[in-house]
Structures are given as C-alpha cells and as structure tokens.
C-alpha cells in the first residue's frame, strides 16, 4: 500500500500553537505514566518540518 503524504500550510503563530498544546498534552500523559512516544514524533515532525513559500496566483 502506498503511504500518503499531507502538506499543511501554517502561520508561524499556528505552528506555535499546535506545539504548545502537543507538549501540554505529552506532560498529562507523563502525569498519568502513559507512554509518549506518538505525541514525541509528531513533536518531532513539526520542528523538522521544512517552512516553504509559494505564490498564489489568481485564476
């Protein structure tokens, strides 16, 4: 099976954002002595991802 790939676009201040409420979310699972393994790659995707600029142009 063939993997998908997603491109989001993102302000800087949405990416921010998305990185707050992941961390937020990976101290809970701390807190409860659950494994955070997923929310840690998602955390790492999103910092490594690379930021690209693109024009729009008006049909």
Do not use: W
Not at 16 to 43: P, W
Request: proline fraction near 0%; charged fraction near 35%.
């Amino acid at each position: 099976m063939k993997s998908r790939y997603f491109y989001i676009n993102l302000t800087d201040q949405e990416r921010v954002d998305i990185l707050h409420s992941l961390i937020e979310k990976r101290n809970k699972l701390i807190e409860q002595g659950r494994y955070t393994d997923l929310v840690d790659e998602v955390i790492t995707k999103i910092t490594k991802a690379k930021k690209r600029t693109f024009i729009i142009r008006a049909i």
